[in-house]
Structure formats: C-alpha cells, structure tokens
C-alpha cells in the first residue's frame, strides 16, 4: 500500500513525516529506496531540531547521495513563490507506482548527450583491434630430381605451421626431362609471416631440404 505525504513544505507536513519515522531509518524497508528518494526531493531542506526523527532521515539520505556524487557542491537555491511546494504532494501521490522514478536533476541536456557519445566512440575505437593485412602468395616448388618423391615433397611443405600461414590449393607441374614441380597457393598474415624466413628457414632447411631444392613466388598479391 502506497505512502501519502503531503505538504512536506510546511511545519504540518514535516511533523507528519517525522511522527512517521519513529524508530525507522528509511521510507520503506530497511534500505534506501526510491521512496526515500522521492521524499528527499519534496523536502526543501533539513528539517530543524525540532523533527529529529526527519532531520536524521534527511541526513542519512544526503548521505547516501554525496557517495554517489563526490563532485564539491557550492550550494543553490531554488527561487519561485510556492510552485515548488504546490508540485511535492503530487510527486508524492505518483509514488503510488513502484516502478515510477524520480528526475531529480533534470534532463539531460544536448551538450552533455553529445559529449557521452563522444566518450562512448573513443572508447570503442581504442578497444578495437587493428586488423593486420594479408597476403596471396603463389609459390613454385622445385624437387632435387625426378626421383624425388612428390607425395612427400608435399606433405614436408604442408607439415609447417606457423601463426598466420595458411596452405591453400596444390598441382604438380612439368618442369621437363620428367621432372614436375609443386604448384602450392598460400595465404599469409603480414605482420606474422615473413616469406624470406618461410622459404629460408623451414621449405629449404631440414627436413624439407630432403625433397626440396627451391622456391620461387610467382605471384605475391596484397589481400
């Protein structure tokens, strides 16, 4: 059931609001909620001595909010003849909905909407990874000799691994005086794979250096 306060503007209505909070810490429950909240804001300050169980409450709610805003406060005030006080009992009354809440510091305005977006892109764009290029490599293989086994030659090539090396398609091809060749695609990340120490350091070293005698790029082409 729904808690009515009105005219919290006034002597009355803060006797009323402290009567109520005998022996309570909160609005409702034993937490701050937003019935605390919307309380807080109809009240136009601390409640005098006079109220102790209010001007406590009062306390322990602008303390929880001083946490949650630790910005220095230089203080204002709200000028206006009564329509402040005129608004409180209706805030109150729509408090009737659990789900409704309370703005307390106004909407949000254009600059400090486009300054979130702001903060929100940069965010994203220093979080994103830089995409490394990638390359398409066709490779000529080249075996010692005609009775160099093929079949092999390719499975040595294929056996090395590396981050960023992708072998791709294969066919053989003659070379002459019954020689053939590998014919072998790869596909290569830039900035992972070099095709000097690929060619230098694995194809033409042991053990593929059994099969192989040499490699040659016939096409090399940007991805």
Known sequence: MAITFSDLHTEAGLKSLDKFLAGKTYISGNKLSKDDI???AAVLGKPADSFPN???WYECVSS????SFPGKAVGVRIGGKGAPAAAAPAKADAGDGDDDDLDLFGDETEEEKKA???REAAKKASSKKKESGKSSILMDIKPWDDETDMKKLEEAVRSVEMPGLLWGASKLAPVGYGIKKLQIMLTIVDDLVSVDSL???HLTAEPCSEYVQSCDIVAFNKI
């Open 54 to 56: 209010a001007s406590k």
């Open 116 to 118: 979130a977006e702001e």
């Open 38 to 40: 919307k309380v807080y």
């Open 199 to 201: 060619i230098e350091e």
């Open 64 to 67: 929880h909010l001083a946490n």
